[in-house]
């Protein structure tokens, strides 16, 4: 009985970090990973780089990317870091 009442705070601390850390996580992780296998042709995404492209091609790892109307660039599917929005 006395080794139950010590490791209970230890027990309660892993369940609040994993409800608040680890799950999170994973749910956010699962997200970008549905986002990135639903691009399409014409989507305005924002690359880790900060830069707002348009998608020119998609490929099996790879996009095809606009950046202007003479420069279209080659980068990974997993460096999109969310789809833009045109909310003004």
């Known amino acids: 009985m006395e080794i ?15 409800f608040v850390i680890i ?8 997200a970008k990973v549905a986002m990135i296998a639903a691009l399409k042709k014409g989507d305005k995404v924002i690359t880790s780089g900060g830069f707002i492209v348009v998608i020119h091609k998609v490929e099996e790892e790879f996009l095809s990317v606009k950046m202007n109307d003479d420069v ?3 980068i ?6 969310k789809k833009f929005q045109d909310e003004i």
């Open 72 to 74: 279209i660039a080659k």
């Open 4 to 18: 139950i009442s010590q490791l209970l705070p230890f027990v309660f601390l892993i369940a609040i970090m994993y």
């Open 76 to 81: 990974t599917k997993d460096s999109v870091a």
């Open 23 to 30: 799950r999170p996580q994973q749910k956010e992780a699962k």
